[in-house]
């Protein structure tokens, strides 16, 4: 066997290292292709080969343990006349074997922005500047949000919960999809799509799924309910069958309209605070009583767990109580409960698993929805694990089913994304990790930063992206994009 590893001398290029193993011993024997400067995909990792084969792993600049026996000509041609017999390729598909992998770049677009400004302008600014696709808000929540190149207006108030897309009313249940305005008008997703197809832009559906304040106080019974019994409304619960059904009735809708993507933003259970209008509390609250605060109870949860064998009733008293006492004493459990990893083990960590199985049921109802079609799902989830493990989001579970995840990588710059990163890739394994950017102010940090980010992700294999948001920034920041994607 031979493995290399991260010790020893180090290899500040990055490239593609095809390792040939002599069929006479183990004699390593290394040929370097360095198919470009910053390779698009691939991973750094331990391997190990084995006689008579051929392997290969892209290179970071990292220490690794590299010590090349030196190759005359002849006994490299040799060994190059082996490459397609090891890879099991014709020697004419090489070169396509080799190549980098194309850059996928999606702009996360609302359906105003594209109305107003004209979707052919729009479209042709985002393709000037490297995107490969857009992804429209197809259903989404409300806000206040400034717009500095609109023509039409520059500050703009949402119609809260509403889809950006024809529904088909045959295939919703109880819960009916409220209708933009711009729909109403005639302009829509399905609008929208055909230009871009037009212009060879590919076409992603953006659909917020469990938080709907208008669904929630139409429906109180399909909102969540906290521990004292108090409906939380701008949260939907994925336990509850309504909410599935209305769900897999919007991807069928999408699909249907072709989407090629359906990004699911809040397929999970909510929190506590979500920037409802005009939030207020006069106690202080820290992160265990705030994750305490946001726990369901409903009558969808109780019916859930019980079918699952699991006593919800344990952790509904827990939180009750804890929190009673806490609205009376705050400084009762202050150094007690800081954060979730203080609350006691033997009743949350089977609850914290069992909340993994709701949304990982319910990925499954969504991608049987889609069966059939070419659109593909992907959930978004934090880069944060402990603020995955407070919503009930696994990867290791959710992207088998779906096939990949898109991960908000909003952090401080490359050195912050690294971990994280590497730690999500070890968890979905070969499924497609998408990594979404800020590229506005303050958030993205300035130019360096989002060059710095994205840089990183892409020397560690990442190669779909997402960028927030069209409507938000100015020109300029697309020119950040395409120097990018370079």
């Known amino acids: 066997m031979l493995r290399m590893t991260r010790e020893g001398s180090k290899c500040d290029k990055l490239g593609v290292m095809l390792v040939l193993v002599s069929e006479i011993g183990f004699e390593k024997n290394v040929r370097e292709f360095y198919l470009n400067s910053r390779p698009s995909s691939g991973r750094r990792s331990d391997f190990v080969a084995t006689s008579g084969t051929l392997c290969y792993l892209f290179l970071e600049p990292a220490p690794f343990h590299i010590r090349p026996t030196p190759m005359r000509r002849r006994t490299f041609l040799h060994h190059a006349a082996l490459l ?30 594209l109305h107003d400004e ?5 479209l042709a600014r985002l393709k000037e500047n490297g995107l490969t696709a857009l992804s429209i808000a197809a259903a989404y929540h409300n806000g206040k949000f400034l717009a500095p190149h609109n023509p039409k207006r520059k500050v703009i108030f949402l119609e809260d919960g509403t889809v950006y897309f024809k529904p088909t009313p045959s295939q919703y249940g109880r819960i009916k999809p409220l209708v933009n305005s ?12 055909r230009e871009a197809d037009r212009m060879g832009l590919a076409t992603n559906a953006w659909v917020v799924c469990c938080h709907n304040t208008p669904l929630g106080s139409q429906y109180p019974d399909i909102a969540c309910e906290d521990a004292f019994g108090d409906k939380i409304v701008h949260n939907l619960c994925p336990s509850n069958p309504d909410v599935r059904s209305y769900l897999k009735a919007i991807v069928k809708d999408l699909a249907a309209q072709g989407a090629g993507r359906i990004e699911l933003e809040a397929l999970q259970f909510q929190g506590y605070t979500h920037g409802f209008h005009h939030e207020r509390e006069g106690i202080v609250l820290n992160a265990a009583m705030k994750f305490l605060l946001g726990l369901c109870f409903c009558p969808s949860c109780r019916r859930r767990a019980a079918d699952a064998e699991f006593d919800l009733s344990s952790v509904w008293k827990f939180t009750h109580q804890t929190l009673t006492k806490h609205f009376e004493d705050q ?10 990893d203080d609350l006691p083990k033997d009743i949350f960590a089977p609850f914290l698993e069992w909340r993994t199985s709701v949304t990982a049921s319910l990925a499954e109802e969504l991608v049987e929805a889609v069966s059939g079609t070419e659109t593909r799902l992907r ?11 407070m919503v009930g989001i696994d990867p290791a579970r959710t992207a088998p089913i779906t096939g990949g995840l898109l991960v908000p990588g909003y952090v401080k ?3 912050a994304l690294r971990l994280p990163l590497a730690e999500l890739q070890k968890l979905i394994g070969a499924n497609e990790l998408i990594l979404g950017f800020q590229v506005g102010l303050p958030e993205s940090g300035g130019k360096t930063e989002f060059l710095d980010r994205l840089a990183t992700a892409r020397a560690m294999g990442i190669t779909s992206f997402n960028f927030y948001n069209y409507g938000f920034i100015p020109y300029s920041h697309l020119i950040w994009i395409k120097e990018g994607l370079i």
């Open 118 to 122: 004209g979707p052919e302008n729009v």
């Open 182 to 193: 711009l729909v109403t008008e005639g302009f829509d997703f399905a609008r929208v799509k």
């Open 84 to 113: 397609p017999a090891a890879f099991q390729v014709p020697l004419r598909d090489m070169a396509s074997f080799l190549a980098p992998a194309s850059l996928q770049a999606s702009m996360w677009t609302y359906l105003w922005d």
């Open 413 to 415: 710059d490359g050195a």
């Open 331 to 340: 400084s009762a459990f202050a150094e007690q409960y800081r954060s979730i």
């Open 379 to 389: 959930p978004l989830a934090s880069i944060d694990p402990t603020a995955r493990l």
